[in-house]
């Protein structure tokens, strides 16, 4: 787990939020096995309570907004989670009329990644400021595992998270953030220009500041 602790300077540094009790809808395998080893470490209490929720394997940012909305329509659900925090995690490649569906999605906090999430699984590893393949993104994480990269594998994603940089991946986004601010382009205008983007390290950075203390 040393890895997922933030450096000294760096929680010192880092403004402490409380991450409460939240709620992740996720478009896949890859996402709900990410967030869940963070689930994992965070102590549940009372207060605090992260759950990851998984739609389907095949699905895109349209169906895991659909099923949120679904989800959180049940009644019991509705009972359960009404007072969480929601949150969305998809990629923006498909459907083709992404820019509605971040627009529909004003009840939840997103997590996104143009084009895949496999681009914020990369800058673990490495700076991505340019847009990259599917291919030459499964190719570098390849590298830098030293075998095969294969969506949807838990190992791998754990991997990942262990073996990789979360601060570099954070301060990645965060780059990539502010050059498109200072573009004048947001998620909620100008998603398709934004490749490479993530904004999944908004919640990665809360998740590593509870840990670390």
Not at 42 to 54: A, Q, S
Not at 91 to 107: E, G, S, T
Request: aromatic content about 10%; overall charge negative; glycine content about 4%.
């Amino acid at each position: 787990m040393g890895r997922t602790l933030l450096s000294p300077q760096r929680l010192a540094g880092t403004k402490k939020t409380n991450i409460g009790r939240i709620i992740i809808f996720c478009e896949g395998k890859t996402e709900k096995y990410y967030f869940d080893y963070f689930a994992e470490i965070i102590k549940k209490n009372k207060y605090t309570d992260v759950e990851v929720v998984l739609e389907t394997a095949n699905g895109n940012a349209q169906t895991v907004l659909s099923h949120a909305n679904n989800f959180m329509s049940d009644e019991e659900h509705n009972r359960l989670f009404s007072a969480y925090g929601k949150y969305l995690a998809f990629d923006c490649d498909d459907p083709p009329n992404i820019q509605d569906v971040v627009l529909a999605a004003k009840d939840y906090e997103l997590l996104v990644s143009n084009h895949l999430f496999e681009t914020w699984l990369l800058m673990h590893f490495e700076d991505v400021d340019v847009k990259l393949s599917k291919r030459e993104i499964y190719r570098r994480l390849s590298e830098h595992l030293h075998s095969s990269y294969s969506k949807g594998h838990k190992g791998k994603t754990r991997e990942i998270v262990q073996n990789g940089d979360i601060e570099k991946a954070i301060d990645n986004a965060k780059a990539l953030e502010r050059q498109y601010d200072t573009e004048g382009k947001s998620v909620f205008t100008s998603i398709k220009d934004m490749n490479p983007y993530t904004s999944v390290h908004k919640l990665v950075e809360q998740f590593m500041v509870e840990i670390s203390e």
